[in-house]
C-alpha cells in the first residue's frame, strides 16, 4: 500500500537533547518562515534538563508543533527515524535544536524543487558561534552531486536539506551516533542521481567547543568508520575518497566568505 502524505506540507524534524537554552531561537526561526504550511516534529532524546518542560509549553502555544518524548538515550538518528515516522508531510526538512533558518528558506527551497522537478535539495549555509550575524564563514554548495562526489566532499549540511518523499520515497537514517545524516544521503544517492544544490545561504550552523564537529580527529575517524562500515568500501577505495575528503574539509574551513 502506498502511503499518501499531504501535498505542499513540509513536515520539519528536529531532535533535541538538553537544549533549553537555543531551543527557543531555532523553533522561532521555524516560526518566522514565510511559508505557513509546515509541522514540526520535535523528537526529545531524554534531556535530563528543562528542554521537555519548555516544549510542552510551545506546543500549547502553536499547534503545528508536535512532541515526542523518547524513554531512553537513543541519539539523533534514531530521534529522527521516529520524527520521520510520524510525519504527514511530503517534503521532509531538517533542523536541529541549536540551529536557525532564514525566514525564505521552505519559500526559496520549495520553489526550487518544484520550478525544477528536484526530489532531493540542500542549500548553502553560513556558519558561526554564538550571533547569526557574526559569521565565521558561508559554505558554498554545487549545482548537483552525485555519490561518488558526496563521498569526498560532504558537503551537504542537514539543515539544509528537503526531500520529497513522492519522488525518493520512504527512508529512514541509520542508528549511527555521527555521520548518519551523510550516510542517508548516500544512501539516497544510490537510487537517485543526483541532489541539487541551492547555492544561496539560507541556514545558520552553530558550532562550538561542544559539538561533535568541533572535534576535528573524531570526525575524521567517524567518516572512516562510515566509508568502511556503511558503505563496505574497500581500503584502496576508501584511502582515496578519505584523502579528498580532508582535503576539501581543509578547504572549506580555510574559508567560503
Same mark, same amino acid.
Given at each position: /500500500?502506498?502511503?499518501?502524505?499531504?501535498?505542499?506540507?513540509?513536515?520539519?524534524?528536529?531532535?533535541?537533547?538538553?537544549?533549553?537554552g537555543q531551543?527557543?531561537?531555532?523553533? $522561532?526561526?521555524?516560526?518566522?518562515?514565510?511559508?505557513?504550511?509546515?509541522?514540526?516534529?520535535?523528537?526529545?532524546?531524554?534531556?535530563?534538563?528543562?528542554? $521537555?518542560?519548555?516544549?510542552?509549553?510551545?506546543a500549547k502555544? +502553536?499547534?503545528?508543533?508536535?512532541?515526542?518524548?523518547?524513554?531512553?538515550?537513543?541519539?539523533?538518528?534514531?530521534?529522527?527515524?521516529?520524527?520521520?515516522?510520524?510525519?504527514?508531510?511530503?517534503?521532509?526538512?531538517?533542523?536541529?535544536? +541549536?540551529?536557525?533558518?532564514?525566514?525564505?528558506?521552505?519559500?526559496?527551497?520549495?520553489?526550487? =524543487?518544484?520550478?525544477?522537478?528536484?526530489?532531493?535539495?540542500?542549500?548553502?549555509y553560513h556558519?558561526?558561534?554564538?550571533?547569526?550575524?557574526?559569521?565565521?564563514?558561508?559554505?558554498?554548495?554545487?549545482?548537483?552531486?552525485?555519490?561518488?562526489?558526496?563521498?569526498?566532499?560532504?558537503?551537504?549540511?542537514?539543515?539544509?536539506?528537503?526531500?520529497?518523499?513522492?519522488?525518493?520515497? +520512504?527512508?529512514?537514517?541509520?542508528? /549511527?551516533?555521527?555521520?548518519?545524516?551523510?550516510?542517508?544521503?548516500?544512501?539516497?544517492?544510490?537510487?537517485? $542521481?543526483?541532489?541539487?544544490? #541551492?547555492?544561496?545561504?539560507? $541556514?545558520?550552523?552553530?558550532?562550538?567547543?561542544?559539538? #561533535?564537529?568541533?572535534?576535528?580527529?573524531? =570526525?575524521?575517524?567517524?567518516?572512516?568508520? /562510515?566509508?568502511?562500515?556503511?558503505?563496505?568500501?574497500?581500503?584502496?577505495?576508501?584511502?582515496?575518497?578519505?584523502?579528498?575528503?580532508?582535503?576539501?574539509?581543509?578547504?572549506?574551513?580555510?574559508?567560503?566568505?
Open positions: /500500500m502506498i502511503k499518501k502524505y499531504q501535498t505542499d506540507l513540509v513536515s520539519i524534524v528536529m531532535p533535541t537533547y538538553n537544549s533549553e531551543l527557543h531561537a531555532s523553533i $522561532a526561526s521555524i516560526q518566522k518562515q514565510t511559508y505557513k504550511h509546515w509541522e514540526l516534529l520535535v523528537v526529545d532524546d531524554c534531556s535530563s534538563d528543562k528542554t $521537555a518542560e519548555h516544549l510542552q509549553k510551545l502555544q +502553536d499547534a503545528r508543533i508536535k512532541t515526542i518524548f523518547l524513554p531512553e538515550n537513543r541519539g539523533s538518528g534514531f530521534a529522527r527515524n521516529e520524527g520521520i515516522s510520524q510525519a504527514r508531510g511530503r517534503y521532509i526538512a531538517f533542523l536541529d535544536s +541549536d540551529d536557525l533558518w532564514h525566514p525564505e528558506k521552505l519559500t526559496k527551497q520549495l520553489d526550487f =524543487m518544484k520550478t525544477h522537478g528536484y526530489g532531493f535539495s540542500f542549500t548553502a556558519v558561526f558561534e554564538q550571533h547569526p550575524a557574526e559569521q565565521k564563514r558561508t559554505v558554498r554548495v554545487p549545482e548537483k552531486i552525485n555519490y561518488r562526489q558526496l563521498l569526498k566532499n560532504t558537503i551537504i549540511g542537514c539543515l539544509t536539506v528537503m526531500i520529497d518523499r513522492e519522488e525518493v520515497g +520512504d527512508f529512514r537514517m541509520p542508528l /549511527m551516533r555521527a555521520r548518519q545524516d551523510t550516510a542517508t544521503w548516500l544512501t539516497i544517492l544510490k537510487q537517485h $542521481a543526483y541532489a541539487y544544490g #541551492l547555492n544561496e545561504p539560507l $541556514a545558520y550552523y552553530r558550532v562550538s567547543a561542544a559539538s #561533535l564537529s568541533s572535534n576535528k580527529w573524531r =570526525m575524521l575517524q567517524k567518516n572512516w568508520h /562510515m566509508y568502511r562500515e556503511q558503505e563496505k568500501l574497500s581500503f584502496l577505495d576508501t584511502s582515496y575518497v578519505f584523502s579528498c575528503y580532508v582535503w576539501n574539509a581543509l578547504w572549506k574551513r580555510r574559508g567560503q566568505k
